[in-house]
């Protein structure tokens, strides 16, 4: 069974990705990596220079996530810069800034960089959906707010194992899984 | 006289820079340069890391200047991202953000790097104000809403040449010019 390492700070990520990779012909490794990521309004551009990075340091196949939520009527933000904005002004800032709003649509995008030294690809999905007008409690970031389409609860009231039955991450994870086993079946 | 590029795309800061800096004997040149910077909470690393991609390209002595707007009660939003905060949620963001609090102090703080091949240090300089409850249209960046200490009206009431008079930047530059007029009088 081929194994890739998932380099990252966040447990949370690695959770929800070794559920949903169990599908997969694949193994996936948790190695705490933390390195100062480019700004740029781009995830692909965030997430490849990082896996390169990672790549440098720890030399074994890996990948690496990015993930934003896209705020239509904030015009982007808080977008790449996600996990700052909910360290600082948090989820209560972010229904604060659209009390006076009547679109609440938003958009959470995840990508995910592979690097094993020769191949450097990402792989991307979405979710679309509505900010709450109250935050939920449960679940970690931006998951108490966020409400996907077709569904009339938040993330983190779905609980973990039906968030990742199709969340923007999920979509990104299966792009990169199968086109992995299809790499390495080779 | 000694020449300095000013590495950046805002010509807004290069008029501020040029007129404070007649006062001493440098010529400064404004070349407009574009990089990812990194992301961090601090202003002297992205500032250092900026101001090396900037000599590797451009080959001579130059600096490079970051600001940032550290709101007290928003635990230091927008920071460092000051930038894409502007060009999201705009001023009329953090005026929301800040309705309900009472506590408006805020810290503008500006860092420059110099970097010429040899030497690479950092000069900085802040300015601490509290955040205005309207938008005052006059000014660019936050000036529209930054009152500093002392004052009854927004940087960008003062006009430039009263807030290069004490601004951050102006702290900063001060800073610069004095090692700079001694190093290269040796």
């Not at 740029?40 to 720890?58: Q, T």
């Not at 966020?146 to 991450?169: A, D, L, M, V, W």
Request: hydrophobic share 35%.
């Amino acid at each position: 069974m081929r194994k890739i390492i998932f380099a990252s700070t966040n447990e949370n990520k690695f959770k929800e990705i070794l559920l949903h990779l169990r599908n997969f012909d694949l193994e996936i490794e948790f190695l705490r990596f933390k390195t100062n990521e480019i700004q740029s309004e781009n995830l692909e551009d965030i997430a490849l220079e990082k896996s390169k990075v990672a790549f440098e340091r720890i030399g074994q196949p890996l990948i690496v996530e990015d993930t934003g939520l896209f705020i239509d009527s904030l015009n982007g933000f808080p977008g790449p810069y996600s996990s700052y904005v909910l360290q600082t002004i948090g989820n209560k800032g972010l229904l604060d800034l659209l009390s006076n709003k009547s679109n609440r649509l938003a958009c959470f995008r995840s990508v995910i960089a592979y690097n094993d030294g020769k191949n450097n690809l990402t792989f991307s999905g979405e979710a679309r959906g509505n900010i709450s007008d109250h935050i939920s409690e449960v679940g970690w970031g931006y998951d108490p707010i966020f409400i996907p389409e077709g569904s009339s609860i938040t993330y983190g009231q779905q609980g973990i194992t039906n968030k990742i039955s199709k969340s923007h991450r999920t979509h990104a994870l299966n792009h990169f899984a199968e086109w992995c086993c299809r790499y390495y079946s080779k």
